[in-house]
């Protein structure tokens, strides 16, 4: 079936630094969905993108869509301690309609 | 926005007991639903797609008969974990699809359950 790779699996990294995290999947995707995820709590909307190419931002976050719709990335600049959590992408299926999700990028913010 | 309200936020029951879990879309109509299932530091498995009117589409290896799956109306879908066993222990969260007012779309998530089968 579909696969999403995201990396890194982990960050751990000082308040102020910058942060990238990128997906690659092994076919295209229509739409792809960047989320935030906190203990105990279901995954947040950050960045939707929806064309190709199409890069766009959200506050201290950007997010592009790749050219070959198979692959994303993710950019924090100027992290702060409540950006810690849990990143995910996800690629939208356009045939089945189902959200296909990555293994997630863990990231901590030390102040 | 749109916001997905699941309950409860968090369940315990005994081992042989059943469990049901609830996903109401507040201000929209959900016509669909899915049912993820995530165990510690993993991500999201799609486990079910629950339509209005209409049999849940299971995803491979998730057994329809243990996890049934109701969706009444257009803005409640229910999770109903039958005859749970500890292996059933997870963070399930439900979604619904969302449109802007253009052609755009994404996916509201609801809180989740955390489900501890004891």
């Known amino acids: 079936g579909q696969q999403l790779n995201q990396s890194p699996q982990s960050m751990f990294i000082q308040e102020g630094e910058d942060v990238s995290m990128n997906c690659t999947s092994s076919?295209?995707?229509?739409?792809w969905l960047w989320y935030k995820q906190e203990p105990g709590e279901g995954p947040v909307l950050l960045i939707a993108l929806y064309k190709a190419g199409e890069l766009t931002s959200n506050g201290r976050l950007t997010a592009q869509f790749g050219i070959t719709r198979k692959d994303s990335f993710l950019n924090i600049s100027a992290s702060i301690p409540s950006d810690v959590g849990i990143y995910f992408c996800?690629?939208?299926?356009?045939?089945?309609?189902?959200?296909?999700f990555g293994q997630g990028t863990t990231l901590q913010v030390k102040p | 926005g749109a916001v997905v309200s699941q309950h409860p936020s968090w369940v315990i029951c005994k081992s042989g007991t059943s469990v049901k879990i609830e996903c109401r879309s507040l201000?929209?109509?959900?016509?669909?639903m899915f049912w993820y299932r995530q165990f510690p530091k993993q991500s999201l498995m799609l486990m079910a797609t629950?339509?209005?009117?209409?049999?849940?589409?299971?995803e491979q290896g998730v057994e329809k008969d243990k996890f049934l799956i109701n969706h009444a109306s257009l803005t409640l879908s229910t999770l109903t974990v039958t005859s749970a066993h500890p292996e059933d222990s997870s963070f399930y969260i439900c979604?619904?699809?969302?449109?802007?007012?253009?052609?755009?779309?994404?996916?509201?998530f609801g809180s989740g359950t955390r489900l501890t089968v004891v």
């Open positions: 996800a690629g939208h299926d356009g045939n089945t309609g189902k959200l296909i």
């Open positions: 629950s339509n209005e009117g209409s049999k849940a589409t299971y």
């Open positions: 076919s295209i995707f229509n739409t």
């Open positions: 201000d929209f109509q959900a016509t669909t």
């Open positions: 979604s619904a699809p969302i449109w802007d007012s253009g052609p755009h779309y994404g996916y509201t």
